[in-house]
């Protein structure tokens, strides 16, 4: 008889984090017949040892490289036999009552193509977990110095549903996919995770697609996952990943065209954002240096830091046209 849930977890050196994740699913499990799959994407850190050693009800997948994360995913999925999936972040901790009640939401409505948990922050805070699609110009606004001139902050406020309380079930278009459950029917209906996200917008893609199919993505508050977020992408390489991504889904769903000319003029956006941020940073972290003011000095100077890093680094790395 197929497991009523497959759990995915990918892992990129997050070893403490994976354990208290594993932990959380080791328990009864809300009486379902849960499998879970860890797929680590060569940490080097001791997480396949640690999954041996402690967790050997769990299938170990060891990757000689970083495949990414939606190919990893992809990997765990090959193994899956559950008659419901749930990609899992490695930095989260599953609330008791979790699991069922997700399988339960998705054995009670045909309707629904995904289901995700309220995220809480490490303090118990909500963590916002759910958007509308992003558009041309709510990224312009986040990415550009558009946001400094308070433009389009109306259609960027609607696309991060500022005026969702996350305490309330809601049909959504997108998930965070820190935690998303997938009925297996519709996976194979949609497709896996598009293997050309590195990491990042995965989820948005797969949201985007199962909606596409007709089917509803729902926010459901009652069951509860922890998540303490950026431990795997606290990386050098990270905004290179976001921004290839991006790019990557800009072309994807709005043509190549059309979708190319958006990431490029994205893409200089962000270069005059950056720009600004370099040379605001520096003046201020001097004149801050000057009057005494040495920790705030210190935090100007480091955000200045990130943005020549964009500018002289990241940004090339990731070219739009590339």
Not at 288 to 301: I, K, Q
């Amino acid at each position: 008889m197929a497991p009523d849930l497959s759990v995915i977890i990918v892992a990129y050196r997050c070893r403490d984090e994976l354990a208290d994740c594993l932990a959380s699913l080791a328990p009864d499990r809300d009486g379902l017949a849960v499998e879970v799959t860890v797929v680590d994407n060569a940490s080097g850190d001791g997480t396949t040892d640690l999954v041996r050693q402690r967790f050997g009800w769990v299938r170990l997948i060891a990757n000689d490289t970083n495949r990414g994360f939606a190919a990893a995913n992809n990997q765990g999925l090959g193994y899956a036999s559950g008659r419901h999936v749930l990609f899992l972040n490695p930095d989260t901790v599953v609330h008791p009552g979790a699991l069922a009640t997700l399988v339960r939401a998705l054995d009670s409505d045909e309707g629904l193509g995904a289901c995700g948990p309220q995220l809480l922050n490490p303090d118990g805070s909500i963590q916002p977990s759910v958007r509308r699609f992003a558009t041309f110009a709510t990224l312009l606004h986040q990415y550009t110095p558009l946001r400094v001139l308070r433009v389009l902050k109306r259609p960027y406020r609607a696309y991060k549903m500022r005026d969702f309380d996350g305490r309330t079930a809601a049909d959504v278009d997108v998930l965070m996919g820190a935690a998303l459950a997938v009925p297996r029917r519709v996976l194979d209906e949609v497709g896996p995770m598009d293997e050309r996200f590195f990491v990042y917008w995965e989820e948005v893609d797969l949201c985007r697609r199962i909606r596409a199919a007709g089917h509803r993505v729902r926010f459901d508050p009652a069951a509860k996952v922890t998540h303490v977020g950026g431990v795997s992408a606290a990386t050098a390489t990270a905004s290179v990943f976001f921004c290839r991504s991006m790019f990557r889904y800009l072309a994807k769903h709005h043509g190549r065209p059309l979708g190319r000319t958006m990431a490029v003029l994205l893409w200089l956006g962000m270069i005059v954002r950056e720009a600004g941020l370099l040379a605001g940073g520096t003046l201020a972290a001097v004149a801050l240096g000057l009057t005494g003011r040495t920790s705030r000095a210190r935090r100007r100077w480091a955000g200045a830091r990130r943005a020549a890093r964009f500018m002289f680094r990241d940004a090339w790395r990731s070219l739009p046209w590339a």
